[in-house]
């Protein structure tokens, strides 16, 4: 999931960022974080600001939040609030599986979404059902994806962006337990003016060590903290 929950998408979220997608990329199965940019659906906002009714079709609730953004998925389907991002698995998925996933990842310290289990009404326009599956939180950021063209400069460009030696001691951290815990195809989003910056999505272990996908990230996060140690430091707000 992302639960997976930011190129900021149009007026919404900033350039380069992506949202995640709770279990078809996110929680077990092996697939590419989504643009989000490809394959939505938008969702009107509120219906007073259209003179709507709330019952017009095209407006949509899930567990009382209204729906941003409707993804496909090759496992079900994805909802984005302004909160969480709701994902829906179909038969074939269990939604137990994909949890456990992501908390022995967080039991072994790599920085995921908060997720959890739900059941909830969607409401889409005048039609209401029960539906369950996972809810994260909706993470924002820039996005990248170490295997892609790029992907490794991207991260490395805004861990230079951090003078704050507690934060990038986190990333770093962050990053070693990913490694360790063998995170293949390593991508989410990081911001520097969050704390913790770095969260990953789309996991996916291969339960050995993964020292090759981290080395470069590793070793220019690692030479930062060299360069700033002794500089001290001038504050304690992230990204500073």
């Not at 969702?43 to 993804?71: C, D, H, K, N, Q």
């Not at 599956?133 to 063209?149: A, E, I, Y």
């Not at 704050?164 to 990053?175: A, D, P, Y």
Request: charged share 20%.
């Amino acid at each position: 999931m992302p639960l997976w929950p930011l190129q900021r998408p149009r007026s919404l979220a900033p350039l380069g960022t992506r949202f995640h997608d709770a279990g078809a990329s996110g929680f077990g199965s092996h697939a590419g974080a989504w643009e989000p940019t490809a394959g939505l659906r938008e969702r009107p906002g509120p219906a007073l600001s259209l003179g709507l009714s709330s019952e017009t079709e095209g407006v949509m609730r899930i567990a009382g939040e209204s729906v941003e953004r409707e993804v496909p998925s090759r496992e079900g389907a994805v909802y984005i609030t302004t909160r969480h991002v709701y994902k829906v698995f179909g038969g074939r998925t269990n939604p137990y599986n994909v949890l456990g996933i992501y908390k022995i990842a967080e039991a072994k310290g790599v920085p995921v979404p908060n997720t959890a289990k739900f059941t909830a009404q969607l409401q889409d326009g005048t039609h209401t059902r029960t539906i369950g599956g996972l809810r994260s939180t909706r993470v924002s950021g820039r996005f990248f994806q170490l295997s892609k063209p790029g992907g490794e400069r991207i991260l490395i460009n805004e861990i230079r962006k951090i003078t704050n030696r507690k934060l990038l001691e986190t990333v770093i951290e962050g990053l070693r337990n990913a490694s360790r815990h063998g995170v293949v195809d390593p991508q989410g989003f990081i911001d520097v003016n969050r704390n913790p910056p770095l969260t990953f999505i789309d996991l996916h272990s291969r339960g050995t060590p993964n020292t090759a996908s981290f080395e470069e990230v590793l070793e220019a996060a690692e030479t930062q903290l060299n360069e700033l140690a002794g500089t001290p430091s001038r504050s304690r707000t992230p990204g500073r």
